[in-house]
């Protein structure tokens, strides 16, 4: 693994179903995020964590779930998932909080139909 | 409320320059972000900028001036792999960054 990976690359899902989106790094970052990206909006953070065992919301949390059990991995989870969810989510990381400078993983596009 | 301006596309011709402009309003700053993302791909870190002035990186230059409000993205010798959408990103009082929809730079032959 070099830098920060996802996985699906890509997912359709039905209204209704539970997914979880992975988000794993290799570079002992710190800190985590999860964002989605939606056509003509900038990115909009959902979670994140500062440091293993801790997260917070981020400005569109509802409806997303998030655990930092390590370092290295940060699960994003959708409990029941909603057409308004589709979107392309990217996961990012950084050495701590305050450094500002964000590495991107490939991103996942989820459909929800 | 936080607010990030910057135009939503531009085109210019191979070989010319170009500036991005941006223009932000957030609760505190801890410094200023622009970031490429080709279609389809992930945003990558292209300029950092925390003091007033200019920062020289090869072909790209980033600029910012905090009280106004301003920053641009200076992008010189076009190549046609610069075609891409502009992030610009500044840091609020929290270290978090705040997202601009993007410039969609279109580079021409």
């Known amino acids: 693994i070099a830098g920060i990976t996802q996985a699906p690359t890509s997912q359709i899902l039905a209204a209704g179903r539970r997914m979880t989106l992975r988000c794993t790094q290799d570079m002992r970052h710190n800190a985590m995020y999860w964002y989605r990206q939606d056509l003509g909006l900038g990115l909009r953070l959902i979670h994140y964590s500062n440091t293993a065992g801790t997260t917070g919301k981020g400005e569109v949390p509802d409806g997303y779930s998030v655990s930092r059990a390590n370092t290295d991995d940060f699960p994003l989870t959708l409990a029941s998932a909603v057409p308004s969810q589709t979107s392309v989510y990217f996961c990012?990381?950084?050495?701590?909080?305050?450094?500002?400078?964000?590495?991107f993983g490939p991103g996942t596009r989820l459909t929800v139909l | 409320g936080q607010n990030i301006d910057q135009p939503t596309e531009m085109t210019a011709t191979e070989g010319a320059i170009v500036q991005i402009n941006c223009t932000y309003q957030t609760s505190g700053f801890n410094g200023l972000f622009w970031y490429q993302q080709h279609a389809g791909e992930a945003p990558t870190f292209l300029s950092y900028?925390?003091l007033d002035g200019l920062e020289e990186k090869g072909r790209f230059s980033s600029f910012l001036s905090r009280s106004k409000g301003y920053s641009y993205l200076l992008l010189k010798e076009l190549q046609m792999k610069d075609s891409a959408s502009y992030l610009c990103a500044p840091m609020d009082s929290n270290y978090q960054l705040i997202w601009g929809a993007g410039t969609k730079l279109i580079i021409k032959p």
């Open positions: 990012a990381s950084s050495d701590s909080h305050e450094a500002g400078e964000q590495f």
């Open positions: 900028n925390v």
